[in-house]
């Protein structure tokens, strides 16, 4: 077994979708990024790929790379699994927290999980997400940006 945990935050922006785990949610702002700016996912690719001792996101996907401007992030989580199963590693299960004073999360979780159990592919109550806010403490509170975590466990 292997263990990972992973990070990510991005601030919000003008004329932006905002994406969270694969899922687009309506909201007047989007992500600050040179991909989609689902924090969700790449924190959740931060986990696995420290987990299996392959650096980080920014190692496999540059965000000066025009390779990746504004791609699904989706797209970068299966190439991320794909690294895995190539290693002999397979994804046990995922637990994520999205930390956002706004929008509402919780009718969004559902899908993110069916979502992410695809990408994964692992079984949806193998993939957990919870959304907290801050009681508007810090960037996240202040309605600055949103951040993820994500702690996963690896099969060899």
């Not at 990972?4 to 007047?28: K, M, N, S, T």
């Not at 401007?69 to 190539?86: A, F, M, T, Y």
Request: proline content about 3%; aromatic content about 4%.
């Amino acid at each position: 077994m292997r263990i990972g945990q992973g990070y990510d935050a991005h601030r919000f922006a003008a004329d932006r979708r905002l994406v969270l785990g694969g899922v687009e949610i309506e909201h007047g702002l989007g992500m600050a990024a040179h991909s989609d700016g689902d924090v969700l996912i790449h924190a959740l690719c931060d986990a696995l790929l420290g987990a299996a001792g392959q650096g980080d996101i920014g190692r496999h996907f540059p965000d000066n790379s025009d390779d990746f401007k504004d791609i699904d992030s989706r797209i970068l989580l299966r190439r991320v699994v794909e690294l895995l199963h190539g290693m002999g590693l397979r994804v046990h299960n995922v637990d994520t927290t999205i930390v956002a004073q706004a929008p509402k999360l919780a009718p969004h979780i559902p899908t993110m999980r069916e979502r992410l159990a695809a990408d994964l592919q692992i079984g949806e109550s193998h993939v957990n997400i919870k959304a907290t806010t801050t009681e508007k403490m810090g960037f996240a509170g202040r309605g600055e940006g949103i951040a993820s975590y994500a702690v996963v466990l690896l099969e060899e």
